[in-house]
């Protein structure tokens, strides 16, 4: 049966997924067994378990989910590096449910079916390894943690909203997904909706194309418990703001509990409607800081209990002293450690350690850009007064080199549009045009493309930070 499940789900992950992403960490799973609705698959080396249980965990569970008749509750991924699982042995144009072999439907219905399921706009699943048991605690975040618990074991009661604010990477989604597993841990039935921003403003602008709002509304409106992360990058999108407003006031109205996530507190997102603003701080406002030396310690110590490769001490301060930025980054750097000490025949010690991480600890070195000095870098590489980046001068020879700077300012640092067009003096749809504009042309205008390359490297970044959508 456990063969038969993962067969299904492998067949909708490799139509759903990036060729690429499929076959470099899915095709490379083992189902091993299902025991107690949960199914255990296998990896062959630690990186591998680190990767897919951070990126692609989610994704695997809707896959199984979708249409098996089993009840699956979770996916547990081990390490056995005697694990060989070739996805072409499998004929995936015939994969029957052997209990009664009945067709499932049509292929495209099924393909639409896995597709949103799938799609990172409407997958909703929460991420397993989200969850308190997981959650370090330490004196940044203890307060935050607190007041999660108490929502968890009263949700709509105590902290409504709640309303979570601190920097990338500081474990403001894994709070709020805790809270979600642990209403849903309580009360199965529970609707439990997590959505970005980002996606929820994709959902609205279709539901306008299809007229479809109705369908919209009850999906977020219905819910029990609403999880919207970083809620900041609603600002100054107004369609959006009033759906989200209605849908704020019906759910606080039913006791329903709301919690939100933002790198910043609600009054300081500027393009955020006041009222919207008001409704936010109706609730509990918590900060979430920077993790000290000994939670880090404590972080990267958790991460390696379950694996079979174990780092000195001396390994685990190295990274605690040097990686202080965020979790995230001392994730990816534990990983990092662990991979090379899995697939290298050397010990690994703190200077191998330091040649491993050296992109994460130039990261950790370079301060954090502001709007002047991306203005000034420009300024001084077009030969321009500073007084040229807020004028109303519209030559060729300044409103470029101030699109571009523009720009900048949006692909390198956290600054909202609202914020960069104050910088400049411009409104928020000159900011807008400038980033179009410019992502446009370096695309096609290679000595356009080299000078901005230029000037990202005056400026301590590198070129790649580029790769941008231009639909922002």
Same mark, same amino acid.
């Given at each position: #049966?456990?063969?038969?499940?993962?067969?299904?789900?492998?067949?909708?992950?490799?139509?759903?997924?990036?060729?690429?992403?499929?076959?470099?960490?899915?095709?490379?799973?083992?189902?091993?067994?299902?025991?107690?609705?949960?199914?255990?698959?296998?990896?062959?080396?630690?990186?591998?378990?680190m990767w897919v249980e951070n990126n692609y965990l989610p994704y695997i569970i809707d896959a199984i989910r979708i249409d098996s008749k089993e009840k699956i509750s979770g996916v547990r991924?081990?390490?056995?590096?005697?694990?060989?699982?070739?996805?072409?042995?499998?004929?995936?144009?015939?994969?029957?449910?052997?209990?009664?072999?009945?067709?499932? %439907?049509?292929?495209?219905?099924?393909?639409?079916?896995?597709?949103?399921?799938?799609?990172? !706009?409407?997958?909703?699943?929460?991420?397993?390894?989200?969850?308190?048991?997981?959650?370090?605690?330490?004196?940044?975040?203890?307060?935050?943690?607190?007041?999660?618990?108490?929502?968890?074991?009263?949700?709509?009661?105590?902290?409504?909203?709640?309303?979570?604010?601190?920097?990338?990477?500081?474990?403001?989604?894994? #709070?709020?997904?805790?809270?979600?597993?642990?209403?849903?841990?309580?009360?199965?039935?529970?609707?439990?909706?997590?959505?970005?921003?980002?996606?929820?403003?994709?959902?609205?602008?279709?539901? $306008?194309? /299809?007229?479809?709002?109705?369908?919209?509304?009850?999906?977020? !409106?219905?819910?029990?418990?609403?999880?919207?992360?970083?809620?900041?990058?609603?600002?100054?999108?107004?369609?959006?703001?009033?759906?989200?407003?209605?849908?704020?006031?019906?759910?606080?109205?039913?006791?329903?509990?709301?919690?939100?996530?933002?790198?910043?507190?609600?009054?300081?997102?500027?393009?955020?409607?006041?009222?919207?603003?008001?409704?936010?701080?109706?609730?509990?406002?918590?900060?979430?800081?920077?993790?000290?030396?000994?939670?880090? #310690?404590?972080?990267?110590?958790? *991460?390696?209990?379950?694996?079979?490769? *174990?780092?000195?001490?001396?390994?685990?301060?190295?990274?605690?002293?040097?990686?202080?930025?965020?979790?995230?980054?001392?994730?990816?750097?534990?990983?990092?450690?662990?991979?090379?000490?899995?697939?290298?025949?050397?010990?690994?010690?703190?200077?191998?350690?330091?040649?491993v991480l050296k992109d994460i600890l130039e990261l950790e070195k370079r301060p954090e850009l502001s709007f002047h000095d991306i203005q000034r870098v420009v300024a001084d590489d077009w030969?321009? !007064? #500073?007084?040229?980046? /807020?004028?109303?001068?519209?030559?060729?020879?300044?409103?470029?080199?101030?699109?571009?700077?523009?720009?900048?300012?949006?692909?390198?640092?956290? %600054?909202?549009?609202?914020? $960069?067009?104050?910088?400049?003096?411009?409104?928020?749809?000159?900011?807008?045009?400038?980033?179009?504009?410019?992502?446009?042309?370096?695309?096609?205008?290679?000595?356009?493309?080299?000078?901005?390359?230029?000037?990202?490297?005056?400026?301590? !970044?590198?070129?790649?930070?580029?790769?941008?959508?231009?639909?922002?």
């Amino acid at each position: #049966m456990h063969l038969q499940i993962w067969n299904q789900a492998l067949t909708r992950l490799r139509s759903s997924l990036d060729g690429d992403v499929f076959s470099r960490w899915i095709a490379v799973i083992s189902p091993v067994s299902l025991n107690d609705s949960v199914l255990t698959v296998a990896v062959d080396n630690e990186m591998l378990k680190m990767w897919v249980e951070n990126n692609y965990l989610p994704y695997i569970i809707d896959a199984i989910r979708i249409d098996s008749k089993e009840k699956i509750s979770g996916v547990r991924i081990e390490v056995d590096s005697d694990c060989v699982f070739n996805y072409n042995d499998y004929d995936s144009e015939n994969v029957t449910d052997s209990s009664d072999g009945e067709d499932r %439907g049509a292929a495209a219905t099924t393909h639409n079916r896995i597709k949103s399921a799938l799609s990172p !706009r409407l997958g909703m699943a929460l991420n397993a390894n989200y969850t308190f048991t997981d959650f370090i605690i330490g004196p940044s975040n203890s307060f935050a943690h607190a007041a999660s618990m108490a929502v968890a074991s009263n949700p709509g009661g105590t902290y409504n909203p709640l309303f979570i604010y601190g920097d990338t990477g500081l474990g403001k989604t894994h #709070m709020m997904q805790a809270v979600g597993h642990s209403v849903q841990s309580q009360n199965p039935n529970a609707r439990v909706c997590y959505t970005t921003s980002e996606a929820l403003l994709n959902d609205f602008i279709e539901s $306008i194309g /299809t007229n479809t709002g109705n369908e919209f509304r009850k999906r977020y !409106r219905s819910s029990d418990v609403l999880l919207i992360d970083d809620i900041q990058f609603l600002a100054d999108k107004t369609g959006i703001q009033e759906e989200f407003f209605h849908t704020f006031n019906t759910l606080q109205n039913a006791h329903k509990q709301i919690i939100i996530t933002s790198d910043r507190p609600p009054n300081k997102i500027q393009g955020l409607e006041a009222r919207l603003v008001s409704r936010f701080q109706q609730g509990l406002t918590t900060h979430i800081e920077k993790p000290d030396f000994e939670t880090r #310690m404590a972080i990267l110590r958790h *991460k390696q209990r379950n694996s079979s490769i *174990k780092l000195d001490d001396s390994l685990l301060t190295f990274i605690a002293q040097n990686v202080c930025s965020n979790v995230r980054q001392l994730e990816g750097a534990i990983i990092s450690a662990v991979s090379y000490a899995s697939l290298s025949n050397e010990p690994l010690t703190v200077e191998l350690l330091r040649e491993v991480l050296k992109d994460i600890l130039e990261l950790e070195k370079r301060p954090e850009l502001s709007f002047h000095d991306i203005q000034r870098v420009v300024a001084d590489d077009w030969s321009l !007064r #500073m007084a040229d980046m /807020t004028s109303r001068e519209r030559t060729q020879s300044v409103a470029l080199p101030r699109q571009i700077a523009m720009f900048l300012c949006r692909v390198l640092t956290h %600054g909202s549009l609202s914020e $960069i067009a104050t910088a400049f003096d411009k409104t928020h749809a000159t900011v807008v045009h400038a980033c179009k504009t410019i992502y446009g042309r370096i695309d096609t205008d290679e000595e356009l493309r080299n000078r901005v390359d230029t000037i990202v490297k005056k400026l301590g !970044r590198s070129p790649s930070e580029l790769a941008v959508s231009s639909s922002d």
